[in-house]
């Protein structure tokens, strides 16, 4: 199954349309995408798996998808040097590594996307994430984002293999 999201804030869920997060910078083609560009790459991306914090989801997330825990300790390299790059890293990380426990709560529930990940291409975008949207829907650095209960709804539906469609129009 492959779930939409629109560069107007609609997302298709299973048998009802809600809301969504895009880049702050709108979207783009993939083959564009810059790291630090706050564009959110066209295309259709599997979700790789789901990360999840273990103090507001003690029994895990409802998926048939891969999920485990995150820690304080995880980040995500978002450094193009480095060999790390686009992926997970512990931190303290001598490298920009974003950090995946997140006192604002956006990420106690992720999607990891397959943008850019086999192999990664140095300055090509990291990090482009399926993840919790903040009140009133502003704009992500570039990943998907989703009210709790539909990202929830989601999860629940998803099977290995299944994909997010960020569409271009």
Not at 79 to 92: G, K
Not at 128 to 146: K, N, S
Request: charged residues 25%; contains cysteine; proline residues 11%.
């Amino acid at each position: 199954m492959i779930f939409r999201a629109h560069p107007d804030g609609r997302f298709e869920l299973p048998q009802r349309l809600t809301r969504c997060a895009l880049g702050k910078g709108g979207v783009t083609p993939a083959s564009a995408k810059r790291e630090g560009d706050e564009t959110s790459p066209i295309g259709v991306w599997a979700i790789r798996e789901i990360l999840y914090r273990p103090d507001v989801y003690p029994e895990g997330p409802v998926t048939a998808l891969p999920s485990r825990p995150i820690a304080p300790s995880d980040g995500w390299c978002d450094a193009p040097e480095d060999r790390a790059y686009n992926r997970p890293v512990t931190l303290p990380y001598p490298a920009s590594a974003e950090r995946l426990w997140r006192d604002d709560h956006c990420y106690d529930l992720v999607g990891v996307l397959a943008h850019n990940d086999d192999p990664p291409i140095p300055g090509r975008g990291s990090a482009i994430f399926l993840h919790l949207a903040r009140d009133g829907y502003p704009g992500t650095e570039g990943c998907v984002a989703l009210a709790r209960d539909d990202l929830e709804a989601l999860l629940a539906t998803a099977r290995p293999g299944d994909a997010i469609e960020i569409a271009a129009s």
